[in-house]
């Protein structure tokens, strides 16, 4: 409504002009609406709620009686009921609980009464903090420091969980990787950019060849996710295994089996992440995940508590639809980008290597090495079995003269194995077979070259050249590239 004309031909404000700005200013200091739910029902990790509609992913708060809260996760839902899974203890849960959308919890003063609701960044992704301030740091799953260094002073964040890669935008694997593994870099050449698994029981020592790549693998940062493993082994693989050498360019994020399973699944998805700012950034980088297997147990654990139905083993189908989104976010980034060399360790329960885990875990990856009980107990380390191992890349990334060394090695290694128990009786007569006689008569020195001490590092050229020197029969030439 225009304002009236005064002599002179001034303008006069209408007369309701400082009633509305009273009322905007009572409008502002009153407290907003806010969308909130009730809990209705806890059984073991799950929590239902009612009253609100929120995405599966999004995050939420649970209010306690005492003041305190308790963070949770969106993982289902089922017609009007929300499924919940807390990421901290659930003491103190009280029927009828408020639930409450984390954006607008993160809003509430300690007085109760909404401040600053921000309502537009309800769907938004999970951000967790990335850059290079997180080398040499410590980290649980929710980003938090473990390592009592002060806070984080990150500038960068990333969403947890990122698009699929367009296979086609890939680079290929077309350059070896030195993983400081002599058995490993002669016979199991590893690419830059490629994703490998670890199979092996427990106590085998797969710890330790995990914390030989770390220390030794050519690449500019090292991200390590320990999953679901035993609380101790954290600090031991930190300061042991890793050493202040290998920490100083790595981002360890730990998980461990004591905390609840979305924590494990926000660890493992968190460290990829990591991996993923840094590749971006144009770095080469080593991600070591120990282990897929909790990864996959964790998630099993979330599917059965909200009655999705086990199809094999007891694993139900999200399992296996996981592990690939997960594995699938490592590898070689698009041209001029960096790469994720990653390794994958695998349990194997009792050694089977037909577990449903690994055998999904082997049609995913891009190779895998095995590690044996029985080399193991033979004092053997590292225990690889190379008989079960392989790269699949390998022959991409080797020259054809080189290619056939590495068959003409098993070869001699197999040839020996399946004889291996009438030479132990003296079954077996000299003279009878000339390929095992050879066989026989270099089987110390292939054991030999297989085993390499804790704390020794053997480049890759260094690699090659012992192993042509092993079987000189073959002029092999160095193709370190």
Wanted: charged share 20%; with cysteine; proline share 7%.
């Amino acid at each position: 409504m225009p304002g009236l004309t005064e002599p002179g031909g001034n303008v006069r404000p209408p007369r309701w002009s400082g009633f509305l700005r009273d009322c905007g200013e009572l409008v502002a200091m009153t407290t907003p609406l806010m969308a909130s739910g009730r809990l209705t029902r806890v059984a073991g990790l799950v929590m239902e709620a009612t009253g609100l509609k929120l995405a599966v992913g999004s995050s939420c708060s649970v209010e306690l009686p005492n003041g305190n809260r308790v963070d949770a996760e969106v993982v289902g839902f089922s017609g009007e009921r929300l499924y919940l899974m807390p990421t901290n203890e659930v003491w103190g849960l009280v029927p009828g609980a408020r639930v409450i959308p984390v954006e607008a919890a993160q809003a509430l003063p300690q007085n109760g009464r909404v401040s600053q609701p921000r309502r537009r960044g309800l769907d938004r992704a999970k951000q967790m903090p990335v850059g290079a301030k997180l080398l040499g740091r410590v980290l649980d799953g929710a980003g938090h420091p473990l390592d009592r260094l002060g806070p984080l002073q990150t500038e960068h964040s990333a969403p947890l969980h990122s698009r699929p890669f367009n296979p086609l935008g890939r680079m290929p694997i077309t350059h070896t990787l030195d993983v400081g593994v002599r058995s490993i870099n002669a016979l199991l050449t590893v690419g830059r950019g490629q994703r490998m698994g670890l199979f092996a029981g427990s106590g085998i020592g797969k710890s330790v060849l995990l914390g030989m790549m770390a220390r030794y693998t050519s690449a500019d940062v090292i991200v390590v996710g320990l999953i679901g493993e035993r609380g101790r082994e954290v600090k031991e693989f930190i300061e042991d295994i890793l050493g202040p050498e290998g920490l100083a360019r790595s981002v360890v994020v730990a998980a461990p089996a004591d905390t609840n399973p979305l924590m494990r699944l926000q660890g493992a998805a968190y460290a990829t992440t990591i991996a993923e700012h840094f590749r971006d950034q144009g770095k080469h980088v080593l991600l070591i995940m120990d282990s897929l297997t909790r990864f996959a147990m964790a998630q099993r654990e979330i599917a059965l508590a909200i009655g999705e139905p086990p199809v094999t083993k007891g694993y139900p189908p999200s399992v296996f639809a996981k592990m690939p989104q997960l594995v699938e976010r490592a590898g070689n980034g698009n041209e001029g980008v960096g790469s994720i060399t990653a390794f994958y360790t695998v349990l194997t329960e009792g050694d089977d290597q037909q577990d449903p885990i690994a055998d999904s875990a082997r049609a995913i990856l891009d190779g895998h090495i095995v590690l044996s009980r029985a080399l193991a107990d033979q004092g053997h380390y590292p225990a690889i079995d190379i008989e079960a191992s392989i790269s699949r890349v390998l022959p991409n990334l080797v020259s054809p003269q080189q290619l056939r060394l590495v068959q003409r090695f098993k070869a001699h290694y197999a040839r020996y194995q399946r004889s291996r128990d009438l030479i132990s009786v003296g079954a077996y007569a000299s003279g009878n077979d000339p390929a095992l006689d050879q066989a026989i008569q270099i089987h110390p020195r292939l054991d030999a070259f297989l085993q390499q001490g804790m704390r020794e590092r053997q480049p890759y050229a260094t690699s090659i050249t012992q192993l042509n020197a092993l079987l000189p029969a073959e002029n092999v030439p160095l193709t370190a590239q």
